[in-house]
Each structure stands twice: as structure tokens, then as C-alpha cells.
């Protein structure tokens, strides 16, 4: 991959990036990388990073925190070096185009519960994403409460369902039995935190026997 294939503004944000992740220990939100290049508009970095990560520079990674990383440049067996063959497997071109359907759920949004798994609609999802996880599922993504993960209004998400979730995972959690939301999950003496990543909203506790979290965000697709 050669970066003469970007323009300006998407090899400075892929430098940042690069440098940031490097002195930081992780990948910068995209509020940090639009403050970094100089941008008022993190929707515009959204494209950006959109781009770079279609061209082949940049992918998701699959657990906590911001999840944007760098793809390893040259690819072939350096590339696979220091990841599980799973891993290694899945991101190589042929493993991405291999697919199996998972049930959608419906959206993801304050108001609305999910719809039950027996009436929901078959989905095709890569391989690259669910990675032959049991237990998986897909929801589309309302709002924008998750916008410094890079995961925007529209988006589809899919989850796997676990018995036990850990502090930091991003999780899609039912509030009381009627209200879905996808947040940051965190507990402690005070109760159940749900952690949005957007400066403009708090996050908010709640005693344990309101939420019920149904599933481990795992990964993202795109909407079109």
C-alpha cells in the first residue's frame, strides 16, 4: 500500500494517527484526530478515516476502547506475525469475502426494545467480523452517542452474547426492559454505568437490576 494513493488531508490524518498511537499506547478519537489536523468538523474526519480504512491503511480492531488501528504495512507472513492464526486468517483478502448470516435485530435506539431473535431478519455478515463466534447478532446503530468509536448513525453492529461482561466493553444494554442503547459498560459500588463517546452527552448510573446488557460489540459494518 502506498500512501501516494491518499490525498493531503487523509495521509496527515493517517500520520496522526500513526504518531498518536505510538506516544499514547492507543488510537486517538475522532475528536482527537480532528483537533490534531486542524478540522472543526469530526464528521468530515469520520470520511476520512472511512476512506483510509477501504483503502487498505487502516481497520478495526474487535474489543475495547477506540478501535482503530493501523494495518500492518507489506502484509504476507510479517503481517500474521505477533497474532493468532485466527486473526491472521481473517484478515487476509480471501477470508474476507467468506460470509455467514446472522439475525438483525432492528435498531438500537432509546425507546424500543429489540426484537425477539425468532422474528428477526437474516443478515450476511464477513467473516473478518464475526470470526465463527457462536451466539452472534446484528443490530442498526440510532444516534449518535458513539461517535468517538468511529460508530455513526445508520451503522450496523453486530454482538455476541456472553454470560459475563467485563468494565470497558461496549455492549448493547436494555434499560429497564423497554429502552436499547449501545454505551460503554462499567461497574462499580454505585451501580451500572452506561458510558456514551460523544463530548455533548454524560454518562448515567443505574442500579443493577435495571439493565440487562445483551450482547458484546464485536464489530461494525458500514452503512451505505
Avoid at 436499547?180 to 452527552?201: F, M, Q, S
Wanted: net charge negative; charged share 30%.
Amino acid at each position: 500500500m502506498k500512501s501516494a494513493n491518499l490525498t493531503k488531508r487523509q495521509q496527515a490524518v493517517l500520520q496522526f494517527i500513526e504518531d498518536y498511537a505510538r506516544a499514547e499506547g492507543r488510537s486517538p478519537t475522532l475528536t482527537e484526530i480532528a483537533k490534531g489536523v486542524g478540522s472543526s468538523a469530526v464528521s468530515t474526519i469520520h470520511k476520512h478515516v472511512q476512506h483510509l480504512m477501504d483503502k487498505g491503511f487502516l481497520e478495526r480492531s474487535h474489543g475495547k476502547g477506540n478501535n482503530l488501528v493501523l494495518r500492518g504495512a507489506g502484509g504476507g507472513e510479517d503481517a500474521d506475525q505477533g497474532e493468532g492464526r485466527e486473526e491472521a486468517h481473517a484478515r487476509r483478502p480471501e477470508a474476507r469475502n467468506i460470509a455467514r448470516m446472522l439475525p438483525f435485530c432492528g435498531d438500537i435506539a432509546a425507546g424500543a426494545p429489540l426484537i425477539p431473535e425468532e422474528r428477526a431478519i437474516p443478515l450476511e455478515v464477513p467473516l473478518a467480523i464475526h470470526r465463527e463466534r457462536d451466539e452472534c447478532f446484528v443490530l442498526r446503530v440510532r444516534g449518535e452517542s458513539m461517535v468517538e468509536d468511529a460508530i455513526l448513525d445508520g451503522d450496523l453492529v453486530v454482538l455476541q452474547k456472553r454470560s459475563e461482561y467485563r468494565n470497558g466493553d461496549r455492549v448493547a444494554a436494555l434499560i429497564d426492559g423497554e429502552e436499547a442503547t449501545l454505551k460503554e459498560y462499567r461497574r462499580d459500588g454505585k451501580g451500572v454505568w452506561l458510558i456514551p463517546h460523544n463530548p455533548e452527552l454524560s454518562p448515567t448510573c443505574y442500579s443493577p437490576e435495571r439493565i440487562l446488557v445483551q450482547g458484546l460489540l464485536i464489530g461494525v459494518m458500514r452503512s451505505c
